[in-house]
């Protein structure tokens, strides 16, 4: 069964016992960004329809700011774009983004992923949630860790919403960041990498 196939957070949650709640986990506030980085955004958001389609979004949005925080802690951190992943035969199926542990063997080896990031497709975060819930519990077991937290981001590079996985219990933070405050985004995703560095 792929993670696409989970059509809600609910569904996970039933197939592997996992209680939710709501609640601030992350201390959201905004990390300024270089201004290069600004400065290329607002190019190709005034002259490019950037959110007219989910490769668009993903292109122009959401992996030039997940690359842009990578630059951190590259050397503690690989980001993987679209890599496979398999737990076992229910969790099979390719994220659109993972910010993994570094690998010892090279930058071709996938690490211990930290963060598993989901694009909302036709801005369905309910769908969103299913999937990378899904990706969450993989990640838990690929880690052989459950007291880990894995993290999860789901946005459609406009709303950004952020939850936890740790043990049996998924934690989805109450409040959310939009890309209307570059540094925001910035700074949320900062802090979950900050928190998955620190577990």
Not at 19 to 47: A, C, G, T, W
Not at 95 to 109: C, F, H, T
Not at 149 to 161: F, H, K, L, M, R
Request: aromatic share 10%; net charge negative; glycine share 4%.
């Amino acid at each position: 069964m792929a993670f696409t196939d989970f059509k809600s957070a609910d569904e996970v949650q039933k197939e592997y016992q996992i209680k939710m709640q709501e609640k601030d986990f992350l201390r959201l506030s905004p990390i300024e960004l270089p201004k290069h980085f600004i400065s290329e955004y607002e190019f190709v958001n005034e002259h490019f329809d950037i959110f007219t389609s989910e490769a668009s979004r993903c292109e122009n949005v959401i992996y030039p700011i997940l690359r842009e925080v990578c630059k951190k802690s590259v050397k503690q951190h690989a980001l993987w774009s679209h890599k496979s992943i398999s737990a076992s035969e229910m969790l099979v199926g390719t994220p659109d983004y993972m910010i993994a542990k570094r690998s010892e063997l090279g930058k071709n080896v996938l690490g211990n992923p930290l963060i598993l990031i989901v694009e909302a497709k036709q801005n369905d975060f309910k769908k969103g949630w299913g999937q990378c819930l899904a990706e969450l519990v993989a990640a838990q077991q690929l880690n052989e860790n459950s007291e880990q937290s894995i993290y999860g981001i789901v946005t459609d590079a406009e709303v950004w919403q952020f939850g936890k996985l740790k043990g049996h219990l998924f934690t989805k933070n109450a409040s959310r960041v939009t890309i209307d405050n570059l540094n925001d985004v910035f700074g949320a995703i900062c802090a979950i990498v900050d928190l998955a560095s620190n577990e």
